[in-house]
C-alpha cells in the first residue's frame, strides 16, 4: 500500500519541481527575446530610452568589473551620459537560451555575445512579467574566461584590486 502511494507521489513531484524545458512556452519566449533583442538593439544606436524602457524600475545591472553592481537608476546615469554623446555599445548575440516559470511570470536566460572590443562575452540575467509586458530585473554581463588561463588571469586581477583593498 505504500508502496503504491510513494512512488506516484515521488514521480509527481519530480515533474512539478523540476525546471521547465527551453520549449516549454513556446509562445512567450519570443517576447522575452524581443526585448533582449530590444537591449542590444538600443544599446548600439545609444538610445536611451528605448533601452531602459526594457528593465523594471527596481532593475540591478552588473558590469564586468567586480565593482559594477548598479541599481537601474545609478547604471542610467552612467549609461545615459555615453548616450546622450552618442556612445552606445553593440554585443552581437550568437546563441541565447530562455526558460520560463510554470506560472510564466518569470523567465530567465543565457545568452552568448560577441563584441568587437571585448570578444565573446556572456549575459544571463531575469525578465519578470509587468503590466503585461516582460522586463528585465536583472542583468549580468560577463567575460568568460577559458579555464586554462584562469590562474593568469586571477592572479593579474589580484595584482590590480589589491591597492583598491588597502
Known sequence: MIR???VPSC???LFTSAPPAPDDHPAAVPAVEKVLDTLHDA???ADGKRYFSCFAPDAVFFGTDATERWTIDQFRAYAQARFDQGTGWTYHPR???VFLSRDRETAWFDEALHNAKYGECRGTGVLVKRDGGWKIAQYNLTI???NEIALEVVGRIREVTQPRRE
Do not use: E, F
Request: glycine residues 0%; without cysteine.
Open 11 to 13: 514521480v509527481a513531484v
Open 4 to 6: 503504491t502511494l510513494l
Open 95 to 97: 546563441k541565447r537560451h
Open 144 to 146: 568568460p574566461i577559458p
Open 43 to 45: 544599446a548600439s544606436k
